[in-house]
């Protein structure tokens, strides 16, 4: 079984690291499997620890020329993978969707958004601003440079497999650091196939490294090695408490970008066709797999009913189907596992006194697709009013009041996103103050950008990517003072 490379003939089964593309240090391999089928579409090397060691060698071994290169230098490399990206676009969403699931019009966007953070910070890699501070005394001057940390490590999941990348590697190389990126062992092809077009971009060897396996071996490494100066890692909060606690070891700075229960309220006085359309799109993009995806959708008990029923109506069009079909605009699940808990938090609404209004089925079949489904009447103590359910489940949740839907709405210790429909211009300043989310969306259910601040606060996380203040987490702060002037 190989990688059909007709669409794709950069596209790579094989590590890369120092600028080569090789095998693993074990003999292991992985499986690389769709989603919507269930077959083989490729094998790769399974890294190990040996192998996210040489990558820790090639970074540190590559970080003083790279850093010393002017940001003028940096970006014009940027620039050139940005273009590839551009170039190849079609490809890299056929191998995306290949091997995550999402229908290949959301895959083109998400290469189209990923390109879009290497173009950003490209841009931002000549802005590295310092700072000339007025001294307290008449002899002295203070100045402030910023400088790349180093070696920065990446862990990156699947729901996302460009995206999460590029947000990471964009602004570590455009600060002048050097990367070691372990993409998801569900989707590393996407992953070695961006390295590929930045190794034709021109990075020097070893300014990127990809290894894809054992992720405690290699993340194990990645948290333990002191060269290593910064992780930032996407993925789940229990994983994120990990990796952050492994990292204390040698302080370390970390990013952390991790789970959401993202609340949607809408008031009485919404737009109720705006609503419903913007709600589908926060709750079934990437078939509900998104750590931004709405998880609990408040509504007013006045607009309740007509709520539910305008919302069903335009999920039942839905057509479900492997998302290399241009006819298909729901793709399946990553796994079995991810049916399992949706399955699980639907039982237990139900249990709980929830009714199922339209799905709530999986699929037989070979893919791991799930129905559609709106949940009504579900109660506060629901779970999937406390866990991510990372699926194509909409529970809706009655309220009559503005301060009790805000109360329940940050009853979760997640603080990722957060939406609001709302008419009133008194109503939305309050909310907005309120709500304890590191982003908030009004009257939109599409708040991804790369020229704002992504990020969570509480258990979601630290640190913000994209936007001018994205490329801060990579850098360190210094500061000179000159005595004697
Ligand atoms: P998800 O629920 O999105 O799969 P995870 O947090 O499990 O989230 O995975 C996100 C990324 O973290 C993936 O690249 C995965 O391989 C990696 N990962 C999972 N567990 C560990 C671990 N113990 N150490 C290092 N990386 C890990």
């Known amino acids: 079984i190989g990688l059909d490379k007709s669409f794709a003939p950069y596209a790579k089964e094989r590590l890369f690291i120092n600028g080569k593309w090789v095998g693993s240090a074990s003999d292991h391999v992985i499986e690389v499997i769709n989603p919507a089928t269930g077959t083989i579409i490729a094998t790769i090397p399974k890294g190990s620890s040996k192998d996210a060691e040489a990558a820790v060698d090639a970074a540190t071994k590559a970080l003083p020329e790279w850093k010393s290169q002017t940001g003028k230098e940096r970006a014009r490399i940027l620039r050139a993978w940005f273009d590839l990206i551009l170039k190849h676009e079609t490809d890299l969403a056929r191998l995306l969707t290949a091997e995550q699931g999402k229908p290949l019009n959301e895959a083109v966007g998400e290469i189209r958004y990923a390109a879009s953070f ?13 700072d000339l501070i007025p001294a307290p005394t008449q002899d002295s001057r203070i100045m402030v440079s910023k400088e790349p940390i180093g070696v920065v490590a990446a862990i990156t999941p699947w729901n996302f497999p460009a995206a999460m990348i590029t947000r990471k590697l964009a602004p570590a190389l455009a600060a002048g650091c050097t990367v070691v990126l372990k993409p998801s062992e569900l989707t590393p092809l996407t992953a070695f196939a961006l390295a590929a077009l930045a190794e034709a971009a ?101 607009i309740y009913n007509e709520f539910a029923e305008k919302l069903k109506n335009k999920i039942s069009s839905f057509r479900l189907g492997d998302g290399l079909l241009h006819e298909t605009d729901q793709g399946p699940l990553i796994n079995q596992i991810a049916v399992e808990k949706i399955e699980r938090h639907i039982q237990d609404a139900v249990g709980k006194g929830a009714k199922v209004a339209m799905g709530g089925n999986r699929i037989e079949g070979n893919g791991n697709f799930f129905a559609p489904t709106v949940l009504i009447d579900v109660p506060q103590d ?7 359910t990372f699926g194509p489940v909409a529970p809706l949740i009655r309220f009559d009041s503005e301060q009790e839907v805000i109360q329940a709405a940050n009853a979760t210790p997640y603080g990722l996103a957060a939406y609001a429909f709302t008419n009133d211009l008194r109503r939305f300043w309050r909310v907005s103050e309120q709500l304890e989310a590191g982003i908030v969306g009004f009257n939109t259910g599409r708040i991804s950008t790369e020229v704002a601040p992504f990020g969570g606060i509480k258990e979601s996380g630290l640190g913000r990517e994209g936007s001018k203040y994205g490329i801060d987490d990579y850098l360190e702060l210094k500061y000179v003072c000159l005595g004697d002037v």
């Open 202 to 302: 021109g990075f020097p060897n070893g300014a990127i490294n990809v290894v894809a396996g054992d992720a405690q071996a290699i993340g194990g490494v990645f948290t333990a090695d002191p060269r290593v100066r910064k992780l930032t890692f996407t993925g789940s909060t229990p994983v994120g408490k990990i990796l952050t606690a492994a990292c204390a070891a040698t302080m370390k700075k970390v990013s952390m970008e991790l789970g959401g229960n993202a609340p949607v309220i809408v008031f009485e006085d919404a737009d109720l066709d705006l609503s419903v359309t913007e709600v589908i799109a926060a709750k079934f993009r990437n078939t509900g797999q998104t750590c931004v995806c709405a998880n609990r959708i408040f509504v007013h008990s006045s």
């Open 118 to 130: 290497v173009e950003w910070f490209s841009e931002e890699a000549k802005r590295v601003y310092g």
């Open 382 to 388: 629901a779970l999937l009013n406390s866990e991510e």
